[in-house]
């Protein structure tokens, strides 16, 4: 694969917006298997770029916020 700079050649934002399935799992603290049934259970908010599926940070900082809301609220 291509190794991306740190500027982002490929127009992504500095902070690195964009994520694959590792990154993912490494920011989530999960096993890639916990991520895959995330994904097969459309709990996650990602898309799939060709056959690799990325996931946006923000996206995830989201969900991670209503996962500890419904968490609080049972």
Do not use: H
């Amino acid at each position: 694969g291509i190794l991306m700079s740190s500027g982002g050649a490929m127009g992504m934002s500095p902070n690195s917006e964009l994520m694959t399935l590792a990154e993912t799992c490494q920011y989530l603290k999960i096993t890639p298997r916990t991520l895959y049934r995330y994904l097969q259970t459309r709990r996650l908010p990602a898309f799939k770029l060709g056959k690799e599926w990325r996931f946006v940070r923000s996206d995830l900082e989201q969900w991670i916020r209503d996962q500890t809301r419904s968490a609080t609220d049972t």
